[in-house]
C-alpha cells in the first residue's frame, strides 16, 4: 500500500502517472483541507474536488481547476443581488457542494462524503481528508491582517506579502480515520510536488501526522514543485520567499529533511543536488515536468524507484 500526501493541481497530475503504473486499490491520497470554505453556504473543498475530477476525467483542462464546459449561470444571477461572486463555482460544479452541505449538515463526516464523492466519480483508490474537523488556513499581512486561504489566493490573486501562515484549529483536531494508519502501514510515503507552505503544511499539522511521517522518514519520498527558482503553478514561490525561505529545491529540502529522506529535483536543478544532500536528503534527479500523462507516468516511475517500489 502506498500513502501519498497530496494538495491540489500537481498532486492531481501527479495521481494521474501514479494509477498507471499501481494498482488503484493499493493506494491512499490524504488530502489537505486547509483550503476548505464556505461559499454561498455551501461546504467546499477545493484540493479534494481538484483530485477528484481530475482522476474523474471531468477536470476543466484550461483552469486545472473546476468541471470542463461548465456554465455560470447561478453565478450570474447571484450578480443580481450583489452577492461576491470571486470564488468562481460552476453550476455543474454546484451539485458536489450542495450534495456534500447536506450529508454534513445530517451527520455524515467529511470522510465518509469524500469516500461516495470518490466512488461516484469513478476513482479505484481512497481518498481521505486530512481531518474530519475544520482546520482553517490563515495568513497574515504586513498591515496586521489576517486573510482566508482563498481571499488570498483567489480573490486577491495572491498578491499581499505573507508574513506567517497558522493552521485554525489545528491544535484541537483529529486526524481523519485511516490517516495515521495508512503512514504506518505504507510501504511507502509519497509527498505530490505540492505548495510545501498551505498544501503539506496543514497536513503536517494535524496531530499525530508529522510523528508517524519521522517515524518512517526512510520510506518517505517528495517531489519539489519549485524548478530552477519557480513554480509552475501556484503561488508556492512567491509565498516561500515572502516567508523567508529559499525558494528552490534546496529550500523545500531544508522543510521537509526532518521527515523526507528522499527528494526528487528536476534536471534543471542538477546542480543543487549537493546541496540537497547537504541539509540530509537525497537527491534523485529526473524530469519532474508534467506535460501529460505520459510525463506523469514516467515521474511516478522515478518516484516509486527511489523507494523500491514494484510498478509496471
Known amino acids: 500500500m502506498l500513502a501519498v500526501l497530496a494538495g491540489g493541481v500537481g498532486a492531481a497530475r501527479f495521481l494521474r502517472g501514479l494509477v498507471q503504473i499501481v494498482p488503484t486499490d493499493e493506494i491512499v491520497v490524504v488530502v489537505n483541507t486547509g483550503d476548505d470554505d464556505v461559499f454561498h453556504g455551501l461546504h467546499v473543498s477545493p484540493d479534494i474536488d481538484t483530485i477528484t475530477y481530475t482522476l474523474g476525467n471531468g477536470i476543466n483542462p484550461d483552469t486545472g481547476w473546476g468541471l470542463a464546459g461548465d456554465t455560470f449561470r447561478v453565478l450570474g444571477a447571484l450578480e443580481r443581488y450583489g452577492a461576491p461572486t470571486w470564488f468562481r463555482l460552476g453550476d455543474a460544479d454546484l451539485a458536489t457542494h450542495l450534495y456534500r452541505t447536506e450529508r454534513l449538515a445530517s451527520g455524515s463526516t467529511l470522510s465518509e462524503v469524500t469516500a461516495d464523492i470518490a466512488r461516484a466519480w469513478g476513482l479505484g483508490f ?10 482553517a488556513t490563515r495568513l497574515s499581512t504586513p498591515d496586521g491582517e489576517e486573510l482566508r486561504m482563498q481571499e488570498w489566493f483567489v480573490q486577491l490573486r495572491a498578491g499581499p506579502e505573507v508574513t506567517a501562515v ?3 484549529g489545528a491544535a484541537t483536531a483529529r486526524a481523519a480515520p485511516g490517516v495515521i494508519e495508512a503512514l504506518r502501514e505504507a ?3 509519497v509527498v505530490c510536488p505540492s505548495n510545501p507552505i498551505i498544501s503539506i ?15 518512517r522518514r526512510a520510506r518517505v519520498v517528495g517531489v519539489s514543485p519549485i524548478i530552477a527558482g519557480a513554480t509552475v503553478k501556484g503561488p508556492a514561490d512567491r509565498l516561500l520567499r515572502s516567508l523567508g525561505h529559499e525558494v528552490s529545491c534546496v529550500g523545500v529540502a531544508r522543510l521537509f529533511s526532518a521527515w523526507c ?11 543543487r543536488a549537493p546541496q540537497v544532500a547537504a541539509v540530509g536528503t537525497s537527491a534523485v534527479v529526473a524530469p519532474t515536468l508534467m506535460t501529460g500523462p505520459a510525463e506523469a507516468a514516467a515521474l511516478a516511475r522515478v518516484v516509486l524507484d527511489a523507494v523500491g517500489i514494484a510498478h509496471t
Request: aromatic share 2%; no cysteine.
Open 187 to 189: 510501504e511507502a510515503i
Open 126 to 135: 481512497t481518498v481521505v481528508p486530512m481531518s474530519d474537523d475544520p482546520i
Open 166 to 168: 497558522r493552521f485554525e
Open 261 to 271: 529522506s528522499t527528494l526528487v529535483i528536476d534536471e534543471a536543478d542538477e546542480a
Open 201 to 215: 503544511g496543514p497536513i503536517l499539522a494535524v496531530p499525530g501526522v508529522l510523528e508517524a511521517l519521522q517515524a
